[in-house]
């Protein structure tokens, strides 16, 4: 089922809400981040609330192949956006890293993704799990598609900027999280949440496998 909201803000604090709830009931929660516009209410609901951080863990589930202190950088978002304005130890966060295999064995070795926030892009990635990819897939890098790179380019001061490559974590670590909870925001997103949630599950559309997930919730607004 789809949550639709009235609007962004109502989005924002409904997931700030059950992260909030998480955080407050599991306080050595792992969760699974990303990034990109849709969850920056969501972030600066969070920070706002003045939650204790100090004992969480978080996997952000995918960064661009570039330098990571440029501003665009995933890691410099969430430097900017959650990290450096919580008390989170700088050591409880991490990002994908080589070797893959290591990256993966950290997240099972804190027994696995708690609480997973997904947004969607257009062409129905989750992550950087472009169409195509696997359902069996883990953590990699990834060539980014021409539309994934024209969606982005609004971050960037021209699409020639834009990377083309990321690393990402797969279609199966994503699955493995005990909650996914994906935010989606504009019309612009309706018709390919509506295919991945009641369409065909199928690698085309890489959200479509959150139908196979039994803990999975999904909010939208316009
Ligand atoms: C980006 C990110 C995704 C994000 C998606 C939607 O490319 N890699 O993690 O969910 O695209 O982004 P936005 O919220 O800006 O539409």
């Known amino acids: 089922m789809i949550n639709t909201l009235r609007n962004y803000m109502e989005l924002s604090s409904t997931v700030a809400d059950i992260v909030e709830a998480q ?3 599991h306080p050595l929660s792992k969760l699974g981040l990303s990034t990109g516009s ?8 969070l920070v706002s609330r003045e939650l204790d951080w100090s004992t969480v863990i978080t996997f952000n589930l995918d960064v661009y192949l570039m330098y990571v202190n440029h501003p665009e950088s995933y890691q410099s978002y969430m430097r900017k956006n959650l990290f ?6 700088p050591n409880h966060y991490h990002f994908p890293f080589r070797p ?3 990256f993966e064995d950290k997240i099972k070795g804190s027994k696995g993704i708690d609480l997973c926030i997904l947004g969607i892009g257009t062409n129905g ?3 950087f799990n ?6 069996l897939s883990r953590t990699r890098v990834v060539n980014l598609e021409e539309q994934t790179i024209i969606d982005n380019a609004r971050f960037f001061d021209s699409v020639d900027d ?11 670590t994503i699955m493995e999280s005990k909650k996914i909870v994906l935010m989606a925001k504009g019309l612009k997103k309706k018709s390919i949440l509506n295919q991945a949630m009641f369409g065909m ?9 959150l139908q196979e997930h039994k803990n999975v919730e999904i909010y939208y607004c316009d």
Do not use: W
């Open 23 to 25: 955080i407050k009931e």
């Open 38 to 45: 849709t969850p920056l209410g969501m972030y600066k609901e």
């Open 84 to 89: 450096d304005r919580t008390n989170i130890y």
């Open 100 to 102: 893959f295999s290591s």
């Open 125 to 127: 990635h989750i992550a």
């Open 130 to 135: 472009e169409p195509g990819s696997s359902f």
């Open 162 to 172: 834009v990377p083309t490559q990321a690393i990402t974590m797969g279609l199966a």
């Open 201 to 209: 599950i199928t690698e085309d559309i890489p959200a479509s496998i």
